[in-house]
């Protein structure tokens, strides 16, 4: 159980153009999921929290008309990186709270490459 | 702020035991995490350990937590080729379900 997926998997943009990446926890209902973005060789780094029915929390230095989340049901969060730029291309990954615990869930992440 | 540091590479023979460590500084961590990551992919969490326990076994996985020197490490037994990934330490302290990940370790196991 506990399984988060995103989609896509990859995409390819070209400049100025807006991409969607949804995340979804499969067997279980999430009140928070998370975004974040990570860079060949780097940690983590936490762009926002989204809470189901209500506006996400960014995080300091996040641009959030530039990154607009989602999270209209208990299982499905959306980023929407509007506008796109090539230092847009990054890797985001999501995770997902259990409602009922504290254990943060995976997804398999999204490679974004802006041309 | 809060920090968690690990090295950044570790490289075994395969049927080897590999040793992972990791610093933190949050004297009130509350749950400590092992995340692993292969290429292209997202984050699998291996164990976690709760902030009042010394040592946590799961099969291959051992973690030892020494809280007076803010001291996690990962232990795995009879490491193999399958092993070789980025490993992540992990941090929540306060509450907070927000954890902050070290710079992950890349392990390599080679024959």
């Known amino acids: 159980g506990a399984v988060v997926s995103q989609h896509p998997s990859w995409v390819i943009c070209k400049s100025g153009t807006s991409v969607k990446i949804e995340c979804r926890s499969l067997?279980?209902?999430?009140?928070?999921m998370f975004w974040y973005r990570q860079f060949p060789k780097q940690s983590l780094m936490l762009m926002a929290t989204s809470n189901e029915g209500s506006k996400a929390t960014y995080e300091q230095g996040v641009e959030k008309d530039k990154f607009l989340i989602n999270h209209a049901s208990l299982t499905l969060s959306t980023l929407t990186v509007t506008s796109a730029h090539p230092e847009d291309s990054s890797f985001y990954i999501c995770?997902?709270?259990?409602?009922?615990?504290?254990?943060?869930?995976f997804g398999p992440g999204t490679r974004l490459t802006v041309t | 702020g809060e920090d968690v540091e690990q090295s950044l590479f570790l490289s075994v023979r395969e049927g080897d035991s590999s040793v992972i460590n990791c610093t933190y500084t949050d004297s009130s961590s509350t749950y400590l995490y092992w995340y692993k990551q292969e290429p292209g992919a997202g984050l699998q969490l291996l164990t976690y350990?709760?902030?009042?326990?010394d040592m946590k076994q799961d099969q291959r996985l051992t973690v030892l937590l020494n809280k007076k020197d803010k001291h996690l490490s990962l232990r795995i037994a009879d490491t193999q080729t399958g092993d070789s990934a980025i490993y992540f330490c992990?941090?929540?302290?306060?509450?907070?379900?927000?954890?902050?990940f070290g710079r992950g370790t890349s392990l390599i196991v080679h024959p």
């Open positions: 992990a941090e929540t302290s306060g509450g907070s379900y927000i954890p902050t």
């Open positions: 067997d279980f209902q999430a009140t928070t």
């Open positions: 350990i709760f902030s009042n326990m």
């Open positions: 995770s997902a709270l259990r409602t009922s615990g504290y254990e943060q869930y």
